[in-house]
């Protein structure tokens, strides 16, 4: 089983930057971390879990559009770490972060699926809060 844990989070004010780091552990079984899809999700209380940013093995991206240019997603296979880099954040950014990962990424007809019933293993979520 694929443990993920996030950290990073924190309280920051508008503009500034946040850097969140996912630590993947356990067993990947016949995939190695790698070749895993990976992803960044958000959700605030009452609504909907958002895909922000996903990253496929071969290093192909996707950014939903209230962050891009503005978020950039990387991953470093050697320390088995996803990582969200978060500039000129908002207050609509506060939100509970959340990474995934999946064995094998998915498409649709716009590119990289953001959907989260595409990921099987889920971090716990780390708090991000933007204040004026």
């Known amino acids: 089983q694929v443990q993920l844990v996030e950290s990073g989070g924190g309280s920051v004010q508008a503009g500034e930057s946040l850097r969140l780091s996912c630590a993947a552990s356990?067993?990947?079984?016949?995939?190695?971390?790698?070749?895993?899809?990976l992803g960044w999700f958000r959700q605030v209380p009452g609504k909907e879990r958002e895909g922000i940013a996903v990253?496929?093995?071969?290093?192909?991206?996707s950014y939903a559009d209230s962050v891009k240019d503005r978020f950039t997603i990387s991953r470093d296979n050697a320390k088995n770490t996803l990582y969200l880099q978060m500039d000129s954040l908002k207050p609509e950014d506060s939100a509970m972060y959340y990474c995934?990962?999946?064995?094998?990424?998915?498409?649709?007809?716009?590119?990289?699926?953001?959907?989260?019933?595409?990921?099987?293993?889920w971090g716990q979520g780390t708090q991000v809060t933007v204040s004026l």
């Open positions: 995934a990962a999946a064995p094998l990424s998915k498409m649709t007809l716009w590119g990289l699926s953001r959907s989260p019933a595409d990921f099987n293993h």
């Open positions: 990253l496929a093995s071969d290093g192909v991206v």
């Open positions: 356990g067993y990947f079984g016949r995939y190695p971390f790698s070749t895993y899809f």
